[in-house]
Every structure is written in structure tokens, then in C-alpha cells.
């Protein structure tokens, strides 16, 4: 008998949620960076083992909203969690109980979710015992259906995690084919690849304030090459510049580096070809929200 569960993986910023996705597919679907609030829209991730049919929404990291993308971010958020069988919930490893921590799980208390807690960053721990002092800071919280400690940059842990989500499955025909990864479209990959390269090679220099948007994908029919235009859009004139870099090198380096994980993700070559262009403050415009499929 076929079983499916659909799983929300929540929490605060930069606690590890997308990485610990890509880790559990065994393929890379959402974006990653140093840097809070990396994700920004729902993501769908998809695992089949044999009978069981697991489906997670990564969403955007829960935080106080501060412009019109922020709260679509947000209600991203909520959406996710009032639509799943499950929560998985990501925290650190140490650290205090944030604010918006305890505000997940006053949601969860509310719907009465079952959630599954995931001790996310174990390899940043000095002293193993500091485990169990996080486990009994958050167990008291709430009646969490499984508490797993997890690395999600090499592994440790996702396996037994896997085997407690699977556990909350019900029976139920699969809802995508079984060897289905995401359901992002292709063209939203490719500009999430592209802007983690700035993410990652600009780290402080830019703000959040990067959108991508793909002009042009197209597979050549007399060669085996993935021609893709891009447009990298910034909020401010000086910050165009900043992504250009002296005579081109900055955007020389982020679509080098863009092109080399296209290759891999496709398995195809790859010509790349990329623009900045300047829309002020569109964080804050409905209609460039949408336009770029943040909405």
C-alpha cells in the first residue's frame, strides 16, 4: 500500500532549511547561502522510497517583514504550514530560543500539527552533552512527535530523520511520479543558481535587493547546447556596478561560476549569457514582485 505525507520544513533564518533539503533529495533544488532570508518562495522538493511518498515545502526563513516582498515571504510561510500533514522544525544546535521560534510553535500548538524537531549545525558543537542541554531546552515546548540531531552540511543524522517523517505517512495514492525531485520550473532554477553565485561572491557588498529573471532558454537543434540570456536586476544604480565589477570581472566570476552548476544540473553545455539592469526599490512594487515569480 502506497503512503504520502506532505511536510512544511519551517523555521527561523539561516538555520540550515534549504541545505538540509538538497541533502535529504540527494539533489540540489533550492539555493544556499550564508546569508538569511535565501529563500524566497516556496519550494517543493519530492522523496519516493518504495512505497512511501514524502513532499516538503521549503519555506522562506520566519522573520518580521520590513517591505512587500518580506511579507509575501511571510504569508509564503503561513500558507505552507496551514496546508501539510506535518512541520519539520529546524533549529540550531545552540544559541537562545529566538522569538520567531516561539511564534512557530504557538502556530503549531494552534493547528494542532504533529512536528517533528530537527537539531540542525551538531558539527559546530565543541561538547556532544551540549545536545542534550538543547533538547531539553526546546522539548518542553511542545509535544514534538520526534527529536533528531542533524548535521545537514555532511549527512549526520538526515537518514533517521527521513525514517521518523516517513513514519508520519498515511496511506494514500503517490501524488507525483515517483522519480519526480521539484516541482520548480526550469527556468526558476536556473535564475535561483545565478543569484546564489552573487549571494555567495558578494557576501556584504549587495543587499537582498538581487532579483534574476530569464529572458531566453532555448536547446540549440543542431548542436547539444542550452543557450540561457539572463537579466540581473538591482534596486540601485551603485549597486549595478558593484555586480559588474572593474571592467566586467565581478559579473565575469558569478556567470562562470553560474555556468560550471547549469552544466552539472542540465548535463548539457551551457552558453550564458547575462545584463544588469537597475528597477528601483521593486522589493517594494507588486508588480515586479510578480513579475519576477516572487509573489
Same mark, same amino acid.
Given at each position: 500500500m502506497t503512503k504520502t505525507a506532505f511536510i512544511a520544513i519551517v523555521g527561523c533564518p539561516n538555520v540550515g532549511k534549504s541545505s538540509l533539503l538538497n541533502q535529504m533529495l540527494g539533489q540540489k533544488v533550492a539555493i544556499v547561502s550564508s546569508k538569511p532570508q535565501t529563500t524566497r518562495t516556496?519550494?517543493?522538493?519530492?522523496?519516493?522510497?518504495?512505497?512511501?511518498?514524502?513532499?516538503?515545502?521549503?519555506?522562506?526563513?520566519?522573520?518580521?517583514?520590513?517591505?512587500?516582498?518580506?511579507?509575501?515571504?511571510?504569508?509564503?510561510?503561513?500558507?505552507?504550514?496551514?496546508?501539510?500533514?506535518?512541520?519539520?522544525?529546524?533549529?540550531?544546535s545552540k544559541g537562545e530560543i529566538k522569538k520567531g521560534e516561539r511564534e512557530l510553535i504557538q502556530k503549531f500548538a494552534k493547528l494542532k500539527l504533529p512536528v517533528i524537531l530537527?537539531?540542525?549545525?551538531?558539527?559546530?558543537?565543541?561538547?556532544?552533552?551540549?545536545?542534550?542541554?538543547?533538547?531539553?531546552?526546546?522539548?518542553?515546548?511542545?509535544?514534538?512527535?520526534?527529536?533528531?540531531?542533524?548535521?545537514?552540511?555532511?549527512?549526520?543524522?538526515?537518514?533517521?530523520?527521513v525514517e521518523e517523517m516517513e513514519n508520519l505517512a498515511q496511506p494514500s495514492p503517490h501524488f507525483f511520479p515517483d522519480d519526480t525531485l521539484t516541482d520548480q520550473p526550469e527556468r526558476v532554477l536556473a535564475s535561483e543558481i545565478i543569484r546564489e $553565485?552573487?549571494?555567495?561572491?558578494? %557576501? =556584504?557588498? #549587495?543587499?537582498?535587493?538581487? /532579483? !534574476?529573471?530569464?529572458? $531566453?532558454?532555448?536547446?540549440?537543434? %543542431? =548542436?547539444? #547546447?542550452?543557450?540561457?540570456? /539572463? !537579466?540581473?536586476?538591482?534596486?540601485?544604480?551603485?549597486?549595478?556596478?558593484?555586480? #559588474?565589477g572593474k571592467h566586467g570581472s565581478m559579473l565575469k566570476k558569478i556567470s562562470t561560476y553560474a555556468r560550471q552548476d547549469l552544466e552539472g544540473f542540465f548535463q548539457i553545455k551551457v552558453n550564458l549569457k547575462?545584463?544588469?539592469?537597475?528597477?528601483?526599490?521593486?522589493?517594494?512594487?507588486?508588480?515586479?514582485?510578480?513579475?519576477?515569480?516572487?509573489?
Open positions: 516556496k519550494i517543493m522538493g519530492v522523496l519516493t522510497n518504495g512505497e512511501t511518498q514524502l513532499v516538503f515545502t521549503d519555506t522562506p526563513g520566519y522573520h518580521k517583514p520590513h517591505n512587500k516582498l518580506g511579507e509575501k515571504m511571510q504569508q509564503a510561510v503561513g500558507d505552507s504550514i496551514g496546508g501539510v500533514d506535518a512541520c519539520l522544525f529546524v533549529t540550531e530537527a537539531i540542525n549545525k551538531i558539527d559546530m558543537l565543541t561538547d556532544k552533552e551540549q545536545i542534550l542541554q538543547r533538547i531539553a531546552q526546546l522539548a518542553p515546548l511542545y509535544n514534538f512527535a520526534a527529536v533528531v540531531p542533524v548535521c545537514a552540511a555532511d549527512g549526520t543524522g538526515v537518514d533517521e530523520l $553565485k552573487i549571494l555567495r561572491l558578494m %557576501d =556584504k557588498e #549587495i543587499p537582498h535587493g538581487i /532579483a !534574476v529573471s530569464i529572458e $531566453k532558454m532555448r536547446e540549440r537543434e %543542431d =548542436k547539444d #547546447i542550452l543557450d540561457i540570456e /539572463a !537579466v540581473i536586476y538591482c534596486e540601485r544604480e551603485n549597486h549595478k556596478g558593484m555586480v #559588474i547575462t545584463w544588469v539592469k537597475v528597477k528601483e526599490d521593486w522589493r517594494n512594487r507588486e508588480g515586479l514582485i510578480h513579475n519576477f515569480g516572487l509573489d
